[in-house]
């Protein structure tokens, strides 16, 4: 079966410092995988996605993505942290090799991200 | 702009009242789905969509009703709500790129309140 996990419920990160937000998957086949964003009051915003070639993926608002096969890892990083990247921060994976229901994701449970001045 | 939309956002009813929840894109995605969010679960799908009049269930379906009528379209219909059907409810939409690598776009979210 089809799982993903984040591990943190929250994460507390100083404005200018570095952050990481972990997600771990676990899939039958190769992933796609995914991160979105979901700021107070709004919608989930699509971030960036994993299918394949370079590890390292790149997305909105300067965050970037590294894929690890061996460690089935999806953290989710940025060199200098924001206060307006406060949020909650969901990792979705889908299994290429099911049958597409609709598009389905597998959402993480999420973790909420502080960034303090 | 491209979007998808869902009204109403906020709802308070109360146990056994029938309601919908609408959702409209703009996009002519011919996906459609719907999520609800609770504390420390995620996203789980409630109903999917591949096409219009072509529907299946998700991951939590009891409880809810869809239809697609129109490509734009996909109500979710609680005929009798419960309780545990509190929650935050998400439709979402894409459109297959023949490799399962299309991205979802999600709506504002809706969050209901069944007392």
């Known amino acids: ?117 | 702009e491209a979007q998808v939309t869902q009204n109403p956002r906020y709802l308070i009813t109360v146990t056994g009242k029938k309601l919908t929840v609408t959702c409209s894109q703009n996009m002519n995605h011919e996906y459609m789905s719907w999520y609800r969010q609770d504390p420390g679960l995620g996203l789980r799908q409630i109903y999917y969509s591949m096409n219009v009049e072509v529907t299946d269930k998700g991951d939590v379906p009891e409880g809810y009703k869809v239809s697609r009528k129109e490509k734009r379209n996909f109500p979710l219909i609680l005929e009798s709500p419960s309780p545990n059907q509190t929650s935050l409810y998400f439709c979402a939409s894409s459109s297959p790129t023949g490799r399962g690598v299309e991205t979802q776009y999600f709506g504002p979210g809706t969050r209901l309140l069944v007392l």
């Open chain 1, 1 to 117: 079966a089809q799982s993903v996990a984040q591990p943190e419920d929250q994460v507390n990160v100083a404005e200018g410092n570095p952050l990481t937000v972990k997600c771990t998957y676990s899939v039958s086949g190769n992933p796609y995988l995914f991160w979105y964003v979901q700021y107070p009051n709004r919608g989930l915003q699509f971030l960036l996605k994993y299918i394949t070639g370079d590890n390292l993926v790149k997305g909105s608002y300067g965050f970037e993505a590294e894929f690890n096969k061996s460690q089935t890892s999806f953290h989710l990083k940025k060199p200098s942290a924001l206060v307006s990247d406060s949020a909650l921060y969901f990792c979705a994976v889908r299994d290429r090799f099911l049958y597409n229901q609709g598009g389905k994701l597998i959402f993480g449970q999420g973790t909420e991200l502080s960034v303090k001045p």
